[in-house]
């Protein structure tokens, strides 16, 4: 009778990535070998609800977010992580006097935070976490500060609430991204697990880079670019509308010489952007190069463009798989499940925050 009342209950919490053209949502359960995919959705967000990383139609992402939570119902979770991104975003590593409790340290992080955020603090929401001893003066630390205007984080909660689901955590996206890490480790032979791995999240209007040093996430880097561009590029050559070009270019039904006018010169300018990242990262770090890239997001559905990437930085790449080694709901399909994974890992990364 009283066999499981003594035992902690774990919150169901569904990760919920929401993009500029698509809402997708994973949830995880703990199973014997690591996670279990309880289930997995995307819906597709109308052009214009999301604008450069902000929600401008909260009740439109809301009534979207209600197919997520209906689709979800049978597993009886209520919370929600979602997570911000973009110029409203700013993440600093600073250098603190080591001290006795987190209340002094909180003091000490906000008047920092005066001379480090270009917003007044009561327009912002802060968070910090000490990493670790400073490697230089063991009297110091070295602390996370992250802080995102406060309006971005509360358009994200409000879409969730009118979603009929409630916010838990609201994340930054780099992090989520990092964190999906360690779905995909078995993508990675002993060698690479020991340098510098990319994880790079191509999404409609968003460029994400989180590199992975041994598994914490070191390195963070947004870039206003996604296949946004390579609608554009369909919409201005071949006179089509926005619908039009979306839906030529995910059936395959493109003009023949697509690929040399629209196709090519995409995959050209987005490995320039990740190359000039990488750059960056090696440059702030004595060097050190990232030995594998995992490429996820919309974009990957983009046939060859990890082959492409491949070839013109030099770096080997592939398409992430982070549910290959997870056990499947026995009503998900499986085999579609991994043709779609390299979508999702923002998603995976947002629910695993119910496992930190």
């Keep these: 009778m009283l ?7 774990t919150t169901k919490m569904i990760g919920i990535d929401i993009g500029s053209s698509a809402v997708k949502a994973v949830l995880f359960s703990k199973s014997n070998n690591g996670f279990k995919v309880e289930n997995i959705a995307s819906f597709p967000l109308k052009r214009g609800y999301v604008v450069d990383n902000a929600i401008t139609d909260l009740q439109g992402v809301g009534e979207v977010i209600k197919k997520v939570k209906k689709k979800f119902a049978k597993s009886g979770a209520e919370h929600a992580s979602a997570a911000v991104s973009g110029s409203g975003v700013i993440i600093k590593t600073i250098y603190m006097n080591a ?20 917003y007044p603090l009561d327009e912002v929401s802060l968070d910090f ?61 002993e060698d690479e697990q020991s340098k510098p791995v990319a994880l790079v999240d191509v999404g409609a209007s968003m460029l994400t880079v989180a590199v992975v040093h041994k598994k914490e996430t070191v390195f963070i880097k947004e870039q206003a670019f996604g296949g946004e561009q390579y609608t554009q590029s369909i919409v201005a050559y071949y006179g089509m509308d926005n619908y039009e070009a979306e839906q030529a270019k995910l059936n395959g039904e493109l003009p023949r010489n697509y690929v040399f006018e629209v196709l090519a010169p995409f995959q050209t300018a987005l490995t320039q952007q990740i190359k000039r990242i990488l750059q960056m990262y090696s440059s702030a770090n004595d060097n050190n190069q990232v030995g594998k890239i995992i490429l996820s997001g919309g974009c990957t559905n983009i046939e060859g463009l990890d082959v492409a990437i491949n070839e013109e930085i030099g770096i080997s790449c592939v398409l992430a798989q982070p549910f290959l ?6 009503s998900i399909d499986f085999d579609q499940l991994n043709k779609e994974a390299s979508q999702y890992m923002m998603a995976s990364g947002l629910a695993l ?4």
């Design 3 to 9: 066999k499981g009342l003594l035992k902690p209950k």
């Design 99 to 118: 001290v006795r409790n987190d209340e002094e340290l909180e003091s000490q992080i906000e008047i920092e935070a005066e001379n480090l955020i270009p």
């Design 129 to 189: 976490e000490v990493i670790r001893e400073n490697a230089v003066n063991s009297e110091k630390v070295d602390v996370l500060l992250v802080a995102a205007r406060t309006e971005l984080v509360q358009a994200r909660a409000q879409a969730l609430e009118f979603g009929k689901l409630q916010a838990k955590v609201i994340d930054v996206e780099g992090y989520a991204l990092g964190r999906a890490y360690k779905l995909i480790e078995h993508q990675l032979s």
């Design 325 to 330: 080694h997870c056990e499947v709901r026995k």
């Design 353 to 356: 925050r119910n496992f930190k």
